[in-house]
């Protein structure tokens, strides 16, 4: 039940906020901000101290949490929602980056606040349900339902190119949405078939025997919508638009939570749902996934604009958690999940100093910046911890992340963790450049700046500490994620020997 | 007729004795006011008493009507969607000259469409049909000094009387083949017959374009927009859903009654049709600037969606399945459209006779009618097909409906036209949620309390279908197996 609490929480918070508005025009962020924190001390207080066991499933993974209420029976459909290890990282990750992002929009927002705070509750109640849903069809409802609310947050708190934005942002993710909802009631229907009546429940879903062509295709159609959401190469190009043109705690949201939906629901839902299927596609996904760090990290280098810099960077590093999640083994996995929660952290700290330059200079293009350092030295600060965190300096979470899946990708693709480590070198060209351009160098015009204040320099060192902590001392995000990328790898198996076949097919290709 | 024949056929009784009512109550006291809310009471007393009536289904009352709970539901849902319309339209017909009679027309319109809902036979057929049009040119035309309705009414006119005449003269030829005129009969005699098969091609088809004319349906989808454009936007809202889901009940009844299914042909045509309308009436919605004319192509779009299920029912296993889907699917539609519709005519009541229908008259509305502009997003959202509102479901159950036949290029055409009809409806949003700033400074739209409460009870339903819809469901199952 605790965990429809906390989506009520800041679903009901999202209209209180949003009313507050009509009291006094500072109420809504104290508001949103106090839903936020009842919503994480709800969550941390109503946790087991040891996990639920499904006992009627055999293929029960660890969960904390598990609730499941009868909503159509027409269908099979329930209010299915579970937490294990790794959503409960993820919802975390959820609630303290709405903190960052309330804190970003601060003193951003004056045009309408409290609808902006709604929205920016509603979004996170959306994530947190994508987190946790259980049942398909739920988690399709939430999947599609989050996209509201940031397209609101886009439309019309966006900059000077929102509508286009926005409005790429909402067809690319609805029209493939659409696909992995053709998919999920198609394989439905296959589980209809197999055992003679209609669920939408996960457990239910699990190893069913499917077509092989059948499994490809509906594979297929969920790999579209979370690659389109991750973003892996092809699909991308809604990204930068997006995250440039939201407002800065859209661009957090975005980057920080919203990516880590799709890599989520590959994780959790597209292998394990068709394990064969999607060893066989391994070696094509894994290919978009260095696609995508080097294309992202050169373009990235070509960047002027701040914000969008920033945006390709995110391409690349998601394309590391991509090849993670195929290499499928367990150093690759637990990566994955690091490079979720580490550049979730990481870009969204970007974000919110970008987003602080451009209130503050009203610009995004760097070459109208340089020196900011002396007018800014906290700034200047701030701005090269998270770029190094970024390039992956040892010692930051970005670094175990990307160091662990090339080390587990090096196992089933050696060439490829090869090519991959490419991304580092180049993370560092860009990352490095973007410092020297902004903030380094003598200032070109004199401006009166202010520098981060106490609020900005709070959010900034609870973000530099989770990075340091996840970095130096990784262990309990990893002790969270193992017994589940247990379970996962348990549903999934014969991956390395899939592997293994998929490797001796590149080997005689080459 | 025994008093079970009259208490099956009350909602009909209370239609036309409301009317009549309605009729004197013109001639003794011309007053807008009185005889809308009259015309609404009378409405919803016919709604009401479509629950009595269901207490005897199924009863054959004639060889005409059939009163099962297929028709009642539809009754139902007909003559609240009518009641709705009247409510929404008093502001807007009282503007003109002598509106009264506007109400009237409406009640016969929504018997019209009642009757289609009852008929198993070709005449009630043709009857229902005559009465829903015949109101509806003229309701069209009713604000009588302005070109656009005439235009509008004498459009339809011409166009809808040519359709009823094709299909008319269909119906002949089957008869002359079949010698039958109930829908089974004629099932039946189409099964056993073997003479006169030669007419039987051109009588098909004759009856197949007359129906789909009413539908909209690509090819015969010309009149739409301009009927949509011209006519006053709470006659549009009817238009939309309740005629044309009428003719879509009867279709279906005659299709199932009389098993048109076996004639895989003609099934496969419908098929066919059903793709090019998804397809183009998405598209040409892309190019509209004017919201009546985008929604007329989004409904072409949307019969398009709902002609899958006569696809699907093809295979009698998933019959049940595709109608099940079929009466969400209009339940869901007449619900959007009306608030779709309602919206234009709360923001267009103002005394200048003008409507107010272009995207740019809708800019910033959010920031001025926070519940209106809300009622708009509901329903576009239902259009769009996003969850948690009515119209989710609905394509949830389409999905189903056409996963279980394997229609695959069926169901990629639902998608692409679904992600197209993403764009303009995501447009209209877009430019509701301009800021002050970036429009000029607009009219203010009139809005009572009427019309708050109306778009309260308009979202609330959209969202309960999306929400909670198990209850229908099981309504839906139990009066179809």
């Known amino acids: 039940m605790s965990m429809l609490v906390l989506i009520l929480i800041l679903l009901a918070g999202g209209l209180v906020a949003w009313q507050a508005e009509r009291l006094h025009p500072d109420l809504p962020r104290w508001a949103a901000l106090g839903v936020v924190v009842i919503a994480l001390l709800f969550l941390l207080y109503s946790l087991p101290a040891a996990p639920v066991s499904l006992a009627a499933d055999p293929l029960a993974g660890h969960w904390l949490l598990h609730l499941k209420l009868a909503w159509i029976p027409r269908f099979g459909i329930a209010l299915e929602l579970a937490m294990d290890g790794l959503s409960l990282v993820l919802v975390v990750l959820t609630l303290l ?86 998919a999920i009631v198609v394989l439905a229907w296959q589980g209809l078939a197999a055992d003679g009546r209609l669920s939408f429940s996960y457990f239910d879903l699990l190893g069913l025997e499917l077509d092989p062509r059948l499994a490809w295709w509906t594979m297929l159609g969920f790999f579209l919508a ?132 451009q209130h503050r200079l009203h610009t995004r293009d760097m070459g109208r910046m340089g020196g900011l350092w002396h007018q800014a030295p906290r700034m200047g600060a701030c701005a090269m911890f998270f770029a190094v965190a970024s390039l992956g300096l040892p010692g930051l979470g970005n670094f175990v992340a990307e160091f662990l899946v ?105 | 007729m025994s008093a079970m024949d009259f208490q099956a056929l009350l909602p009909l009784l209370v239609l036309a004795i409301g009317a009549t009512l309605l009729m004197l109550q013109i001639a003794w006291l011309r007053k807008p006011g009185l005889t809308g809310a009259l015309a609404a009471l009378v409405l919803v007393l016919a709604a009401l008493s479509c629950r009595f009536a269901a207490e005897t289904a199924p009863l054959q009352v004639t060889p005409l009507l059939l009163a099962d709970r297929y028709a009642l ?44 809902a009852y008929a198993v036979h070709v005449a009630s057929l043709l009857l229902g049909l005559e009465l829903l049009s015949v109101s509806l040119y003229t309701l069209i035309a009713y604000p009588n000094k302005s070109i656009l309705p005439l235009e509008a009414a004498v459009k339809y006119l011409v166009l809808s009387g040519a359709a009823s005449a094709t299909a008319l003269f269909g119906f002949a030829l089957l008869y002359a ?113 004017n919201i009546k004319r985008m929604l007329a192509y989004s409904s072409i779009a949307h019969m398009g969606y709902l002609l899958i299920v006569l696809m699907v029912c093809t295979n009698a296993a998933n019959q049940a399945l595709a109608v099940e889907a079929a009466i969400y699917y209009l339940v869901a539609y007449t619900a959007t459209t009306l608030a ?82 993403i764009y303009y409806y995501l447009r209209v949003i877009y430019y509701m949620t301009r800021r002050p700033e970036e429009h000029g400074a607009e009219q203010e739209p009139i809005s009572d309390w009427r019309g708050r409460i109306l778009s309260g009870l308009l979202i609330a339903s959209i969202l309960l279908l999306g929400v909670a819809p198990g209850s229908l469901m099981q309504y839906l199952r139990a009066i179809l197996h």
Not at chain 1, 246 to 270: D, E, H, M, N, W
Not at chain 1, 439 to 454: I, S
């Open chain 1, 97 to 182: 980056l709405g903190l960052v992002a309330i804190a970003s929009s601060w003193s951003e927002i004056d045009f309408k606040p409290g609808l902006f705070q709604a929205n920016l509750l509603w979004t996170l109640a959306g994530v947190c349900g994508v987190f946790l849903a259980l049942d398909l069809f739920l988690f399709f409802l939430f999947w599609e339902v989050m996209l509201i609310p940031m397209y609101l947050l886009i439309a019309i708190w966006g900059h000077e190119n929102k509508s286009y934005a926005a409005m790429k942002f909402f067809i690319f993710t609805q029209a493939s949405g659409l696909l992995m909802l053709l």
């Open chain 1, 226 to 357: 979370f690659a389109v959401k991750l973003p892996a190469f092809p699909f991308h190009t809604w990204l930068p638009d997006a995250h440039t043109q939201a407002p800065t705690a859209g661009s957090v949201l975005l980057a920080g939570i919203l990516l880590k939906t799709g890599a989520y629901g590959l994780l959790r839902f597209c292998i394990p749902l068709f394990p064969e299927a999607s060893m066989q596609f391994a070696p094509v996904a894994m290919g978009l996934g260095v696609a995508g760090v080097i294309y992202g990290a050169v373009l990235a280098f070509a960047q002027s604009d701040f914000k969008r810099l920033v945006a390709y960077s995110s391409v690349s590093h998601m394309g590391f958690v991509l090849l993670g999640l195929y290499a499928w083994n367990q150093l690759a996995l637990q990566g994955a999940v690091m490079q979720m929660v580490a550049h979730g952290v990481s870009t969204a700290a970007l974000f919110m100093l970008a987003g602080a330059l």
């Open chain 1, 406 to 510: 090339l080390l587990g990708l090096f196992a089933v693709q050696p060439w490829l963790a090869a090519v991959a480590a490419l991304g580092l070198v180049t993370a560092a060209i860009y990352s490095l450049w973007m410092l020297q351009q902004a903030f380094q160098g003598a200032p070109d015009e004199w401006r009166e700046m202010a520098d981060f204040d106490a609020r900005e320099m709070l959010a900034m060192a609870v973000m530099m500490v989770a990075l340091l902590w996840l970095g130096l001392y990784p262990q309990p995000v990893l002790d969270l994620a193992q017994p589940v990328i247990e379970s996962l790898q348990g549903l999934a198996p014969g991956a390395n020997t899939v592997l293994a076949l998929a490797t001796d097919a590149a080997g005689s290709r080459s």
């Open chain 2, 73 to 116: 539901l539809f009754c139902t849902l007909f003559c609240l969607a009518a009641a709705v319309t009247a409510l929404l339209s008093r502001d807007y017909v009282s503007r003109g000259d002598e509106p009264e009679e506007f109400f009237l027309l409406l009640i016969l319109a929504t018997m019209g469409a009642c009757v289609l």
């Open chain 2, 177 to 289: 083949a079949t010698g039958a005129l109930g829908f089974s009969a004629i099932g039946q005699a189409l099964g056993e017959t073997s003479t006169g098969q030669g007419v039987l091609l051109p009588a098909a088809v004759m009856i197949f374009a007359g129906l789909a004319f009413k539908l909209s349906v690509v090819p015969f989808h010309l009149w739409t927009p301009d009927v949509y454009d011209g006519a006053p936007a709470p006659v549009t809202g009817f238009l939309a859903s309740v005629a044309k889901g009428a003719v879509f009940v009867v279709l279906l009844r005659l299709f199932l009654d009389a098993d048109l299914f076996r004639y895989y042909r003609l099934v496969e045509v419908t098929g066919l049709l059903a793709i090019i309308s998804m397809v183009a009436g998405n598209l040409l919605a892309l190019l509209q600037a």
């Open chain 2, 340 to 421: 779709a519709f309602g919206l234009l005519t709360l923001i267009s009541c103002d005394p200048s006779g003008r409507e107010n229908i272009q995207l740019q008259q809708v800019s910033g509305l959010f920031w001025r009618q926070p519940l209106l502009a809300c009622l708009m997003l509901v329903a576009l959202l239902s259009l769009a097909g996003i969850p948690l509102t009515a119209g989710f479901i609905a394509k949830f159950y389409l999905v189903n409906a056409a996963v279980s036949g394997h229609h695959w290029v069926l169901l990629f055409s639902l998608v692409l036209g679904s992600g197209i009809g």
